[in-house]
Structures are given as C-alpha cells and as structure tokens.
C-alpha cells in the first residue's frame, strides 16, 4: 500500500512564505500528476494547482497566480508547494492527491477518485 504525506504546514505572516512537501511511499512520483488543494471549514476542497510529471504547472487558480508555484524532486520522491506573498485567505488544510485512474495523464479534481494525503494546516496570521 502505498501513500502521500503532506508536510510543512504551519503559522506564517501575512506576505510571508511557507514551502508544503508531499512525500510519496510506495510509488515514484515520476510517473504522476499530482494535485494541491486546500480546504477550510464550511467549504468545499478546492484545487490550487497541478504539477506533472514533467514538472510543468498548470490548472493555478487565480486566487494564487503569481504566488505559489509548484516543483518536484524525484530523488527524493517529493512534490513541492512553494507559497509566497501568503494572505489571511490562504489559511487552510492543503492536500496533495494523484487521481487512481490514469494518474500519470490528468490533473486531479476534487470530484474525481483520488488517493489523498491526509493534510497540513496552514494558518496565516499577523
């Protein structure tokens, strides 16, 4: 069995910078898409960006153009969330997912069927 584990989380000011990691076990992330997302109470998960497996990043949401970005190092099994300018409305648990269908073609949604982390929370506050 094999899983996604997010890191990194924690208290950041406001315009300041965190960097989430999502280690993988089991599989090598060099052959998936994987998603970010992230979730705050009395809302839906939404999605903030994808990586490739080529480390291209697509699907940003508008919300974070211009201020996350996401990599990948493949030498050590683990995708990247580097979040700068961070807002109070970036607050929230951040997910990392690969979709259980053709995971190494698509871009995960928040609706399809996806192995999940199980979340780093991220709070930004002054």
């Known amino acids: 069995q094999w899983q996604l584990v997010e890191s990194g989380g924690g208290l950041a000011q406001p315009g300041g910078s965190l960097r989430l990691s999502c280690t993988a076990s089991?599989?090598?992330?060099?052959?998936?898409?994987i998603g970010w997302f992230r979730q705050v109470p009395g809302k839906e998960r939404e999605g903030v960006l994808c990586?490739?497996?080529?480390?291209?990043?697509?699907k940003v949401a508008d919300s974070v153009k211009g201020r996350f970005t996401a990599s990948k190092d493949n030498a050590v099994n683990t995708v990247y969330l580097q979040m700068n300018s961070l807002k109070p409305e970036d607050a929230g648990v951040y997910y990392c997912?690969?979709?259980?269908?053709?995971?190494?073609?698509?871009?995960?949604?928040?609706?399809?069927?996806?192995?999940w982390g199980q979340g780093t929370q991220v709070t930004v506050s002054s």
């Open positions: 990586i490739t497996r080529s480390g291209s990043v697509t």
């Open positions: 089991g599989i090598t992330l060099d052959y998936y898409v």
């Open positions: 997912a690969t979709r259980r269908s053709l995971p190494g073609l698509y871009c995960p949604t928040p609706e399809d069927d996806n192995y």
